[in-house]
């Protein structure tokens, strides 16, 4: 997926080998003609082979070991280009880049001193007009004195290897979760690829996507590979994953790379449609990812106008479900160098991205920074933040999701002690903070007990804003909903055919994480069912509506609508606290304001019938204040339909 810069070599390269070939034997010195060629032709990856097949019979001559590190360079593996550097320059390779090879080969091993010392003799060469090489040089500079800064205070945390069910002996990476930990996708390039075809770039097999759902005992299942209607003959990443998972953001190798969502249907994904030509452009969109409520898109582009190579936009999505035009995050954020994987916390405000600038040790590393989505264009309101060592390395971190309590992150990385290639990890912390609600379980049918689709719509009561919308797996019944602190919550859950369930959370100030587990049921349109209208409210003893309370009623009014042969009872109800008589008034006046709120929006008065019970129908005993919230109620009844 990636499209990196190349460092070009000198063209003398080819006379390296010739000059320390004199003496080396015939079936080494074919390997060394074969690569050669491959090398000339930029098939690195080849030329590789062949020079690691002559340094089997010649382990000690400095133009092979010189060849082997080249190879290694172009294909962005310095690590491993150190060990054969280090021979050939004590043999007296003679190269002008060869002090900040090693340089770069001494960073991508974590050996930092030893990266300054070449890095800064390899600057002392340079000339005024050497600005490319001079900028680089800069740059892996202030990577190692970063490095410096960033490891003298390490980050408390553990990391652990997702295992076996999970990785391979192949690059498993991008992982992309649910924000319940239940489900894990990501990308794998294995023998068993959809079409089986192998990448002469860097000589794995294409991408598919996979999956691994969470077991009771807290581990992953065994991961299964996509079906083909995700999966082609082509490059498939996914690259995201909506908060309830039920929305998939696939990355496609077509033109110069577009991204496509695809939603889930019970257990099957739809054939992915692509974001369009507002997202999607000539250039390379990367990656992306939806904000919790699904109202944003986060994404990477290397379009032009931006402020370096790759920089993250966003768009917003309208009323009718249309993205609007890109816009970039800003210099806060974007930089000259590449920006990548960003990621948007479940508090709505914690923003999480990759960068190889600001405060960067090496290549990519992880930075947070808080952003305001209540201001167009958003507002970034603090400085990128470094997550630190060794949660940052010298490498490359990219594609970090965190759990919904911030405590833990999920990321790829090509470590020591891994299964094969780039594994998938979890990195835990044992401090950290994530002011919101996580709101989830099930949905079914009050009779049935089958598993529903229903929607679920987030509304801000006290403006009236809609915050989010929501889906429910018709197969699993499964619904994930998150809930940022400082809110007054309205939630109204709906399905076909179905009267809604409403709930109100308020959710004024909130020190740290918590779950909410709320297992609903719909009932279906029958005479005789009863709904509570939990989103109703009225001024202190008085039977006077208060306008939070319009957004329920309008739906009440919406299914009135729909069926014009329904009748229904409006009831009202209080707890046991004041006076009974009082109660009893009160109950029936509030009863009575709801019948005419519904007349005045074009209901036939005659459908409607109220009456107050005050406090003589409890539904639970009036001993605790929650209790008594609990019995103060309006109440629908379907009496006709």
């Known amino acids: 997926m990636y499209k990196c810069l190349i460092i070009s070599i000198l063209t003398w390269f080819s006379c390296i080998v010739s000059v320390y070939a004199q003496a080396i034997p015939k079936e080494a010195r074919n390997y060394l003609e074969e690569g050669k060629i491959y090398y000339d032709g930029a098939n690195y990856l080849k030329a590789l082979d062949s020079y690691l097949g002559a340094y089997k019979f010649v382990p000690n001559d400095p133009g092979v070991n010189y060849s082997i590190a080249l190879c290694y360079i172009q294909t962005y593996s310095y690590d491993k280009a150190l060990t054969y550097l280090i021979p050939a320059k004590k043999a007296g390779i003679k190269d002008p880049l060869l002090d900040y090879y090693m340089g770069l080969a001494y960073h991508a091993n974590s050996n930092i001193d030893e990266a300054l010392k070449s890095l800064t003799a390899f600057q002392s060469t340079l000339r005024s007009s050497d600005k490319e090489l001079t900028a680089q040089t800069a740059k892996y500079i202030t990577y190692c004195n970063n490095a410096k800064t960033l490891m003298l205070t390490p980050v408390k945390m553990t990391i652990t290897n997702l295992g076996a069910s999970v990785n391979s002996a192949y690059p498993d990476y991008n992982p992309a979760i649910s924000v319940d930990e239940s489900t894990i996708i990501y990308t794998s390039r294995r023998p068993n690829s959809t079409g089986g075809l192998i990448s002469e770039m860097d000589g794995h097999y294409f991408e598919d996507i996979y999956m691994s759902n969470k077991q009771t005992n807290n581990s992953w299942g065994t991961s299964i590979q996509i079906d083909q209607t995700i999966n082609t003959t082509s490059h498939d990443a996914c690259v995201g994953l909506s908060s309830e998972g039920q929305t998939m953001i696939v990355y496609k190798d077509d033109g110069g790379g577009d991204l ?382």
């Open 260 to 641: 496509y969502y695809s939603n889930l249907s019970g257990q099957n994904w739809s054939k992915p449609i692509s974001f369009g030509k507002a997202i999607n452009t000539d250039g390379w969109e990367a990656c992306g990812n939806f904000s919790p409520d699904g109202n944003y898109l986060f994404f990477v582009s290397n379009k032009k106008g931006g402020f370096g190579g790759t920089d993250i936009y966003y768009a917003v999505k309208n009323a009718a479900g249309v993205w609007g035009a890109p816009v970039n995050m800003g210099p806060e954020i974007n930089t000259k160098e590449d920006e990548f994987s960003p990621y948007l916390h479940a508090d709505g405000k914690t923003f999480y991205f990759s960068s190889q600038a600001h405060t960067s040790m090496g290549g990519f590393d992880i930075f947070q920074s808080t952003i305001d989505l209540s201001m167009q264009p958003i507002a970034v309101k603090s400085k990128p933040e470094n997550l630190g060592y060794p949660i940052n390395t010298v490498g490359d971190e990219i594609y970090f999701v965190w759990s919904a309590d911030n405590k833990r992150a999920y990321f790829s990385s090509a470590r020591e002690g891994g299964l094969g290639d780039k594994d998938l990890y979890l990195l835990e912390r044992p401090v950290a903070k994530a002011a919101l609600v996580l709101l989830k379980g099930t949905i079914s049918d009050c009779k049935t007990k089958e598993f529903i689709q229903a929607s679920i719509t987030v509304t801000d009561i006290e403006s009236g804003k809609l915050i989010g919308k929501y889906v429910s797996n018709s197969s699993t019944g499964k619904y994930i909903v998150t809930l940022p602190a400082g809110k007054n919550y309205s939630i109204t859950v709906e399905a076909k055919g179905y009267l809604f369930h409403s709930k109100n959370i308020n959710i004024p100030k909130l020190e740290e994480f918590k779950e909410i587990d709320d297992v609903i049921c719909l009932d279906k349109i029958d005479i005789g069912t009863t709904i509570v209208l939990n989103n109703v409210f009225f001024d202190v003893n008085k039977s006077t509506l208060r306008k939070e309370s319009e957004t329920e009623l309008d739906k009440l009014f919406d299914i009135l609508s729909k069926n014009p042969k329904i009748k229904i009872e409006v009831a009202g109800h209080t707890d046991s606290d004041g006076d009974t008589q009082a109660n009893l008034t009160l109950s029936d006046a509030r009863a009575h304001t709801v019948k005419d709120y519904l007349i005045g929006k074009g209901i036939s008065a005659d459908r409607i019938i109220y009456v107050g019970h005050g406090e003589g129908k409890p539904v639970v005993p009036n001993d605790t204040p929650e209790n008594k919230q609990l019995n103060r109620r309006t109440e629908i009844k379907i009496l006709e339909n």
